[in-house]
């Protein structure tokens, strides 16, 4: 006589499902290939943009001190000095990222930070000392900066994954964090209360 052994019914949807496929389908950040053609065109662009940055990050370390002399508010003077020690890390960073494409590092000159930089001594110049209205110009011409350097930044990010520079994409990331952070700072400074007390200021 046959016996049949039923099989035990299945409760239903217990969460053990399988645990081995989830692992090892995550994409790495960088490219595997770390084959990096260093007479490239691109990997040529991207050193230039390095001195590009270098020289406007060496440039800003003096020009936001003398931003934070101008400024009227505490508030705004904190954060620039903030951001002073920041700069001054992330030169440092940049350096290591020559050392990471074996260059030596070199400044060339930014167009672009050197005409930032001279409109935020024009926006110091056409404000009054002491004015609430200078911080709200002072937050507009260190928005700009940051933009530029989020976009440099950004690219550099990219060129450097794309070159398969891991260990250069960490420490451009770093800094790419602190600049947008910065500009959302700023904002915070802008909205909270220096735009509202200069309204009423007169010209
Ligand atoms: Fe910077
Ligand atoms: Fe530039
Ligand atoms: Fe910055």
């Known amino acids: 006589m046959a016996t049949t052994t039923k099989a035990a019914p299945k409760k239903a949807a217990t969460k053990s499902t399988s645990k081995t496929a989830t692992k090892a389908a995550k994409a790495p950040k960088v ?12 990997n040529e662009l991207f050193i230039d943009e390095l001195k590009d940055i270098y020289w406007a990050e060496k440039h800003l370390t003096k020009a936001l001190a003398k931003l ?15 951001h002073i020690t920041q700069t001054e890390n992330q ?16 400044a060339k000159k ?14 110091v110049e ?3 000392d002491g004015s609430i209205t200078r911080d709200a110009g002072i937050i507009s011409a260190c928005q700009k900066v940051e933009h530029y350097e989020i976009a440099s930044y950004g690219t550099l990010k990219t060129l450097a994954g794309v070159l398969g520079y891991a260990e250069a994409v960490e420490l ?4 790419l964090q602190e600049e947008k952070q910065t500009d959302e700072i700023l904002t915070q400074v802008a909205e909270g209360t220096i735009n509202q007390s200069a309204k009423t200021e007169k010209a």
């Not at 934070?68 to 903030?82: C, F, M, P, V, Y």
């Not at 030169?91 to 290591?96: H, V």
């Not at 451009?172 to 800094?175: I, S």
């Open 31 to 42: 490219p595997e290939n770390t084959e990096i053609a260093e007479e490239s065109a691109l």
């Open 68 to 82: 934070s002399k101008k400024a009227t508010t505490d508030e705004l003077r904190g954060a620039i000095q903030t």
């Open 91 to 106: 030169i440092t960073r940049l350096e290591q990222v020559f050392d990471v494409v074996g260059e030596k590092a070199t």
């Open 110 to 123: 930014c167009e672009a930070m050197a005409g930032l930089i001279k409109e935020s001594e024009e926006i």
């Open 126 to 128: 056409s404000t009054e």
């Open 172 to 175: 451009l990331d770093a800094t």
